[in-house]
């Protein structure tokens, strides 16, 4: 037996992995335990977790592998700071101190920090170092079920490279192309994402939600100035307009200029229709390279199965359009995408890769629906829930399936919180708040009385496997919510002439089709499919609700409020079910109505978490 301990962190959101025999045991987020969102910290905790789910100690694992190399990162760093000199003088005054102390000597650090979880831990050669776009790579290409398939991989950066092409066949993973920092897509993004008040490395889906409200009025300004995009998609980005390279901004004064305004301030300027047109015009550019890219893929390698990974593959609208557009017959993506992931392909690579052992491929996939995380038994909650003062009736499991879907066809919404915790960004039926689709006002309500979050921005259905078609423009397994499609036409509802001349924000409350809480303003939907394989006990539910009302869909959106890690603990997902407007809460064979729990348990979690 060879396990192997996979990390990433320092940058943004810290995560550990466990592999072991090149099975993926178990995974999760540093965030989930810290409840600070996006935690870059050291992932003690998750480590922890991950040790302690497989029952060993540290120093019984045989290799710890970090997600990238801090050498070649201090080099991009070096020479980025001496080809901009004088330029961001101030900027690298402030980050080669911690570098020199810290960041270079990362093996050491991470030698001291590995003795926390075990003093018998003294072998300081299990470390090693993967590349961080390798890292993606391999969290994208192992778990697949494809024997072999083209990786993209596109974030903001790693140690130099921004977008990577590689090849994967068997246990083997070349990289064969890279665009170089500071030329970077995902960076790209981001600098839109703070220009219209959005926070940089959390706030990138929210510009994704806003696009639909928008037109791309502004898609020719960008491509004329900010990015030059050739015939397979490679490109490159005018520096004058950006500061990420050296200052501590995204941008210069010079992109401001360009477009005629400052950046919002998100603390006293709303959202205008200008926003949503910027919005809009960057999802276009963005899909128009990615399309370009992956065309050019499919030309010239002639392989059936593209894998995604890095955080531009968490832009589903994008995937949804690749998808669409049927160069690949297969597409799959890995649902920790971003940073995170790098944990578990930095584990896969070096089972793989170095150890070159043989691969063994799962036709779904190798992830587990992405249920890595921590689960709580029924005893365990029942006890926490009874600590904390909550009323409750302990259900069999077909009645507590029967009762929620009856709260569910009230208009109720549900904390629904079951085995194991999802890894990645996405609540995927284990962790979630669900409603009926049906709803109206359903969309409106649990943005502002429960998410306490924008109103415009939109919510995922999740759909029985076997029904997605006779719902939505597709008929492919989105088991980790990572593609947009439509709905079909004769679900959807025809606009009034008046509608029809609404502009931004104010088309939110048209209803668009039979499912209108989980419908977008362009009639797309951010789809997850629910497998009976992977997510029985959800399935069911999905299955009794689809008897009672003839409709397999239902609103699933992460169980948290804004700014707020998903909960990991019956604890949390108490606090969370009072802090808000939720009115049951579900949690292992535990039924809980909000109203017949004491008031003065109510939580103010409006304030709680800051805004994300």
């Known amino acids: 037996m060879t396990s192997i301990l996979g990390i990433s962190a320092f940058y943004h959101d810290s995560a550990a992995a466990l592999v072991i025999d090149g099975k993926i045991i178990a995974a999760a987020q540093e965030e989930r335990f810290t409840r600070k969102k996006h935690d870059s910290s050291y992932p003690f905790h998750a480590i922890e977790f991950v040790l302690s789910f497989s029952k060993l100690k540290l120093h019984q694992i045989d290799h710890v592998v970090f997600y ?10 070096l020479e980025t700071y001496v080809a901009f000199a004088p330029k961001g003088f101030k900027s690298f005054c402030m980050s080669i101190p911690l ?16 003795k926390r ?8 050669n299990k470390i090693y170092f993967s590349e961080h776009h390798l890292s993606h790579a ?9 024997k072999e398939a083209i990786i993209l991989t596109a974030d903001g950066v790693g140690e130099w490279g921004t977008t990577t092409v590689a090849i994967g066949k068997e246990n083997k993973l070349n990289i064969l192309k890279e665009i170089h920092f500071p030329h970077s897509l995902g960076l790209l993004y981001s600098a839109f994402t703070y220009y219209t008040g959005f926070k940089v490395n959390s706030g990138e889906y929210k510009l994704m939600g806003l696009a639909p409200y928008g037109e791309p009025k502004y898609k020719k300004l960008i491509t004329d100035n900010l990015i030059d995009i050739k015939e397979d998609g490679s490109f490159k980005l005018d520096q004058s307009y950006f500061e990420y390279s050296t200052g501590l901004k995204m941008i210069s004064g010079r992109f401001s200029k360009l477009f005629g305004s400052k950046p919002r301030n998100p603390k006293k300027e709303k959202l205008t229709q200008f926003h949503m047109d910027i919005a809009s015009s960057i999802q276009e550019v963005t899909e128009d390279v990615m399309l370009r890219i992956t065309n050019s893929l499919a030309d010239e390698y002639k392989i059936d199965n593209l894998c995604l990974a890095g955080g531009v593959a968490l832009n589903c609208v994008a995937n949804g359009k690749i998808s669409r557009n049927g160069k690949f017959k297969n597409i799959w993506i890995q649902p920790a995408a971003g940073d995170a992931g790098g944990s578990l392909g930095a584990a896969l690579g070096l089972w793989y890769i170095e150890l070159e052992k ?21 005893s365990e909650i029942e006890k926490k829930l009874k600590e904390m003062g909550a009323n409750f009736e302990i259900l069999e499991e077909e009645q507590l399936i029967e009762k929620t879907t009856l709260e569910l066809c009230n208009g109720k919404a549900i904390g629904w919180f079951q085995g194991r915790m999802e890894f990645g960004p996405r609540a995927l039926g284990c962790r979630s708040i ?28 999740s759909v029985i496997r076997e029904d997605l078609s006779d719902w939505f423009e597709m008929d492919c397994d989105s088991p980790y919510m990572l593609f947009v499609s439509n709905v079909v036409i004769n679900k959807r509802k025809s606009m009034t002439e008046d509608e029809k001349t609404l502009f931004g924000i104010n088309k939110l409350n048209i209803k668009r089709s039979d499912i209108p809480a989980v419908t977008h303003v362009d009639y ?52 969370c079910f009072m802090g808000t407007e939720l009115d049951i809460l579900a949690i292992g064979n535990c039924f809980l109505n909000k109203e017949s729990q004491d008031k003065s348990l109510k939580k103010d979690y409006k304030i709680k978490y800051e805004l994300d």
């Open 68 to 77: 990238e190399k801090p050498f070649l990162k201090f080099e991009r760093l």
């Open 99 to 114: 570098w020199l102390k810290e960041k270079l000597f990362q093996k050491k650090l991470i030698f001291n920090e590995l």
């Open 117 to 124: 979880h075990d003093e018998n831990f003294n072998d300081i």
């Open 138 to 146: 391999a969290s994208a290409f192992y778990p697949s079920p494809f």
């Open 358 to 378: 043989k691969r063994a491929i799962n036709d779904k996939d190798g992830m587990s629906g992405s249920y890595l995380g921590p689960e709580y038994s029924n």
């Open 434 to 461: 669900l409603a009926d689709a049906r709803s109206t006002t359903m969309q409106k309500n649990l943005n502002l009385k429960v998410k306490y979050r924008e109103s415009f921005r939109p919510f995922a259905p």
């Open 524 to 575: 797309s939907a951010r789809i997850q499919t629910v497998h009976k394989e992977t997510n029985p006990k959800y399935y069911k539910l999905l299955s009794e609700f689809k008897k009672k009302t003839g409709c397999p869909v239902i609103v699933n959106t992460s169980f948290n409020v804004r700014g707020e890690p998903i909960v990991n603990t019956p604890e949390e997902a108490f606090n």
